[in-house]
């Protein structure tokens, strides 16, 4: 086990003194700032902090992150049984079981003299693949060492509005988007306007935004906006009970999809496609990312490993060889921040 101090950093703040850790929400909803994660699977780690300030992420420390070999990676799924599961969803999607579904892959590898700081690895990641929701959880006494570099927005909350942001649609360019992107983007608008809907006040539930073209480095997404206003009783507990896990990274109807990954995926997810961020109870804000381009330190083996995950949105218009092919564009920038080799370069390997 790591012997590094607990720390979260987000959104310009590093927060350090950890008070008590819970796997209780309705935690969030009491005083104080909290780190949370929760894994796709439905475990949530809140963690309270007493001091709070101001941080920006320091430059990268040569040496301060030994990260694997780029050829070192792993994947649970290879390309014959991603290609296949994508050909089994559009069976599923041709006998009406779902409209769409996410296939994912968790991809692995040895971490080289296993004491590694996630911290460390968020500097990388600021410098290489900077995200509008990159952050750090680092408790390694509770299993959460996180990384991310996250350009999703599950939650974001002011008072009692509350704001999600979905993706839907990837390509290295606007030119590579297609109409089925967009199709899948509305699809999904619409199934987070139902979440929403059943915490929030009848008739406040808005999208302001739908399918805006967002560039990121090395591709571009198409992004949404729902927004609605919590109804009277409702806090974290019911809205995680609503909205998770987040439907961008599961599918529609999102229970069938939950079937659907299950029997196609070999393993857990973990904190991949779950929820990460910060919540500050004292002013009623909040910003939880989903767990997307994401590492985490999996220490729970002889021998430490990072993980990472990557996938893809499949409907009835999807190539299962491009679908795989938007996997690997998903993950091989962030691949090459972590081995080192886009820091020594200056680009992707």
Not at 62 to 82: E, I, K, Q, V
Not at 116 to 140: C, E, H, K, Q
Not at 201 to 229: N, Q
Request: glycine share 12%.
């Amino acid at each position: 086990m790591s012997d590094l101090a607990p720390l979260a950093r987000f959104d310009g703040l590093i927060a350090s003194g950890l008070q008590d850790v819970t796997h209780d929400p309705a935690a969030l909803d009491s005083s104080g700032f909290w780190a949370v994660s929760a894994d796709f699977e439905g475990r949530i780690v809140c963690a309270r902090f007493a001091d709070v300030r101001r941080e920006a992420v320091p430059p990268p420390v040569p040496g301060a992150w030994r990260g694997p070999a780029a050829g070192d990676w792993t994947s649970s799924l290879d390309r014959d049984a991603y290609t296949a599961g994508v050909r089994r969803i559009r069976e599923h999607i041709a006998a009406g079981d779902v409209y769409q579904a996410n296939l994912c892959r968790v991809l692995s590898a040895p971490l080289p003299g296993g004491g590694a700081d996630v911290d460390a690895l968020t500097s990388l990641l600021a410098r290489g693949n900077p995200a509008p929701y990159a952050g750090t959880i680092r408790l390694p006494g509770h299993g959460v060492e996180i990384a991310t570099a996250s350009p999703e927005l599950f939650l974001r909350r002011d008072g009692r509005t509350v704001e999600s942001g979905p993706i839907k649609g990837t390509g290295r360019t606007e030119d590579d988007l297609l109409e089925k992107d967009h199709a899948e983007n509305v699809m999904i608008v619409d199934l987070v306007r139902n979440d929403l809907g059943r915490v929030c006040a009848t008739g406040s539930v808005t999208v302001p935004d739908l399918c805006v073209v967002e560039k990121h480095p090395g591709l571009v997404h198409l992004v949404s906006t729902v927004r609605g206003r919590l109804a009277d009783g409702a806090g974290w507990p019911e809205l995680f009970a609503a909205a998770f896990p987040p439907g961008s990274v599961t599918g529609a109807p999102k229970s069938s999809a939950l079937r659907i990954i299950a029997e196609l995926e070999r393993g857990p997810r973990g904190p991949y496609c779950g929820a990460v961020g910060w919540v500050d109870a004292d002013r009623g804000a909040a910003s939880l990312a989903v767990g997307i381009r994401t590492f985490w330190i999996d220490r729970t083996g002889p021998a430490p490993l990072l993980r990472f995950g990557t996938g893809a949105g499949i409907t009835w218009g999807s190539d299962p060889e491009r679908e795989w092919d938007e996997t690997e564009l998903k993950a091989s920038r962030l691949l090459a921040v972590a081995s080192g080799m886009f820091e020594e370069t200056g680009r992707d390997a």
